[in-house]
């Protein structure tokens, strides 16, 4: 393409899923008819160059195979190749074929007192509203809890942690769900994170640029209190020991590190098109 086109919806307007009434009324639906419009006019080799340069987010497909269910309860998958799915399992192959890492540290969610976004908003605590189709998150515990009601359907714990805008709250009634399933919980909860987390830094201009610019560094969350989402390690108690022996699994850690690659992946050639409303 010679000049500059639009931008593929998903970038256009990250917070409207696929399938949502959102592009079927209102401004979604005027950008979305403008946007096939100009793209029928497009030569094959255009469009062909153009879905190159913008693939379709992880988080778009309405098809089974990527999507992952329980009742009435769905997320996405991400389980395509783009997916890196980071671990302590894969951290440790790195570490033993001699890659290095810079390691970022990060815990608490606090903005600091110059007021430029840093790493604490990599916290699930931090609070920076964000939505996703028509429902408004104040941070990703929110996010995060809210899943965890919807998907053991319990529809009275999650109208409480959606009325609530403070994360400590948020967590506790997270483990007053009903029906709680561990086994359940197991398979589902990273998926969720990384939806809420990709939906979260697509939108956020300057949360987005401080992930990304952490480059390919290995983000770990130093709580010593949580061993699931964290190393299970203060930094100062981290920082005198190999990565592999953390005592936690970093579920947090690794998924941004997938969100950032997904991000990167799909804004790699955004300077490339134009974000204009019609």
């Not at 379709?56 to 996405?76: A, G, K, Q």
């Not at 929110?142 to 529809?155: H, I, N, T």
């Not at 020991?241 to 998924?255: E, K, M, P, Q, S």
Request: hydrophobic share 35%; glycine share 8%; proline share 3%.
């Amino acid at each position: 393409m010679d000049k500059k086109g639009m931008a593929p919806l998903w970038l256009m307007y990250p917070h409207i899923p696929n399938g949502s009434i959102g592009w079927r009324m209102g401004y979604g639906e005027s950008y979305g008819d403008e946007f096939y419009r100009w793209f029928h006019t497009l030569s094959r080799e255009e469009k062909e160059e153009y879905n190159r340069k913008f693939p379709e987010p992880v988080c778009w497909s309405l098809s089974e195979y990527n999507l992952m269910r329980h009742h009435t309860f769905w997320t996405y998958q991400w389980n395509r190749d783009t997916c890196r799915h980071y671990s302590m399992e894969k951290l440790r192959e790195e570490r033993a074929a001699g890659k290095e890492r810079e390691i970022i540290f990060f815990w608490g969610h606090q903005p600091g007192k110059e007021g430029k976004t840093g790493k604490e908003c990599l916290s699930q605590w931090y609070q920076a509203e964000f939505h996703v189709g028509h429902v408004a998150y104040c941070c990703m515990e929110q996010y995060l809890m809210a899943g965890k009601a919807r998907l053991f359907e319990d529809s009275e714990t999650e109208k409480k942690i959606m009325q609530s805008a403070d994360p400590s709250e948020i967590k506790q009634l997270g483990r007053m769900v009903k029906g709680f399933d561990e086994d359940v919980w197991e398979r589902f909860r990273v998926p969720i994170a990384l939806t809420g987390n990709y939906y979260k830094f697509s939108q956020l201009k300057e949360q987005r640029s401080y992930l990304l610019g952490t480059g390919d560094s290995l983000l770990a969350e130093a709580s010593p209190y949580d061993d699931i989402w964290g190393i299970g390690l203060d930094q100062a108690h981290a920082a005198g020991v190999d990565v592999t022996g953390w005592r936690g699994l970093n579920l947090l850690g690794f998924a941004l590190m997938e969100v950032r690659e997904e991000i990167r992946r799909l804004r790699e050639f955004e300077d490339e098109v134009v974000f204009q409303e019609w």
